[in-house]
């Protein structure tokens, strides 16, 4: 699992002109074009108390170094990627419900976080980030 801490607010603000960076794909001159999201988001479970913010996420079968965790001052993205193991040529699926592929998550965070004082682990399946609150200095 690699951790990183942006300095910045987080956004990601598209207009016709800026659809170049992209390769293109934005086409703004097609109106009304959608594109399919191409990564799933895993479930969350985000709580907070006095002096931290707990998030719980469910990436049961991922491996730890799939995983990417970025702190921006106001939000949080857990991003990687589940590889599940290939099948025999022929192989008829009859349910599949598990999903595999890149995915990303995106939390916004209702408060200042003390970047310096975030811990993550994971365990079992479930990536357990505690993030605590900044406290206000005393004058």
């Not at 800026?18 to 895993?42: D, I, K, M, N």
């Not at 590889?83 to 995915?103: D, N």
């Not at 965070?109 to 975030?118: A, F, K, M």
Request: net charge negative; with cysteine; proline share 6%.
């Amino acid at each position: 699992m690699r951790y990183r801490r942006m300095s910045y607010r987080y956004a990601l603000v598209l207009t016709a002109n800026q659809s170049h960076q992209f390769g293109g794909l934005l086409a703004p001159e097609q109106p009304g074009v959608r594109f399919a999201q191409t990564y799933w988001s895993p479930p969350a479970d985000v709580c907070e108390c006095d002096s931290t913010i707990e998030v719980t996420v469910d990436l049961a079968g991922i491996d730890q170094d799939d995983l990417d965790v970025i702190l921006f001052e106001d939000a949080l993205i857990v991003e990687g990627q589940r590889r599940l193991t290939r099948t025999e040529p022929g192989v008829v699926y009859h349910v599949a419900e598990i999903r595999q592929g890149p995915f990303r998550l995106e939390l916004g965070l209702p408060v200042t976080i003390d970047q310096e004082r975030v811990d993550a682990r994971y365990d079992q399946g479930l990536l357990r980030i505690t993030l605590p609150k900044l406290q206000a200095k005393a004058r």
